[in-house]
């Protein structure tokens, strides 16, 4: 099946994804764009897992005020390198996840800073923010959030830590 500029530009639109990645994708796919998101989604996958053990140095901390101004977040994400930093994906990523903190409220990054023992009564997937439903999209969880990201970046992103701050709390 011959893979048209259109369908190729549609799941750009999107995933976000290289062309050449989306061509290829709707190739092995049969120009079936959702098995195609699908696909990419899985490679996305993939490509973070490779890139897991590069260093992160560079990065941005996002803030997040809540209007009323009584709820406020802080996030520093890593990357490697501050041209990612300053990318539009890349920022909009960091606002995202201070959202989520808002949202959530949750008590560690990962399930590694999950203490079971002291939190028996508490869900893993409540408490670690990678672990949590993404809340504009709660088919995904935050890590599949980051992954996409890295995905289109190319780029390893890590969640370093993060404030939130409530009034009267």
Do not use: W
């Amino acid at each position: 099946m011959a893979i048209t500029a259109q369908q190729v530009k549609e799941l750009r639109e999107k995933t976000g994804a290289g062309v050449m990645d989306c061509k290829a994708a709707l190739a092995e796919m049969n120009g079936d764009v959702e098995k195609a998101i699908e696909h990419l989604r899985k490679s996305g996958v993939l490509k973070a897992a490779k890139k897991a053990d590069r260093p992160t140095g560079e990065g941005i901390i996002s803030s997040y005020v809540h209007a009323g101004a009584k709820l406020a977040v802080l996030v520093e994400i890593n990357c490697e390198t501050d041209f990612v930093a300053r990318t539009d994906e890349f920022k909009e990523l960091a606002h995202n996840i201070a959202m989520q903190v808002a949202a959530i409220c949750p008590q560690c990054i990962s399930r590694e800073d999950f203490n079971l023992e002291e939190n028996e009564d508490t869900n893993p997937e409540q408490a670690c923010l990678l672990l949590q439903p993404y809340i504009r999209e709660p088919e995904k969880t935050i890590q599949n959030l980051i992954n996409e990201t890295v995905a289109k970046v190319g780029e390893n992103i890590k969640v370093s830590r993060f404030a939130r701050f409530e009034l009267g709390c």
